[in-house]
């Protein structure tokens, strides 16, 4: 529930920061950046779970 609030907090913040496009562009563009930020950090997850604390080098954490 408070990831959905954050949502439509972040969209509503977005869609009132610019007026050059109507407020269902500004969602529809943030939605978007939302979609694909979260594949990355999803992706960065992955990784991090993959190293073996054991052997893995500064390089491959940052």
Do not use: F, H, I, Y
């Amino acid at each position: 529930m408070a990831g959905v609030l954050g949502v439509v907090a972040v969209l509503g913040l977005t869609a009132c920061s610019d007026d050059n496009g109507s407020a269902s562009e500004d969602a529809t563009r943030s939605a978007g950046q939302l979609c694909t930020d979260l594949s990355e950090l999803k992706a960065a997850n992955a990784k991090l779970k993959a190293l073996d604390p054991a052997s893995a080098t500064k390089d491959q954490v940052e």
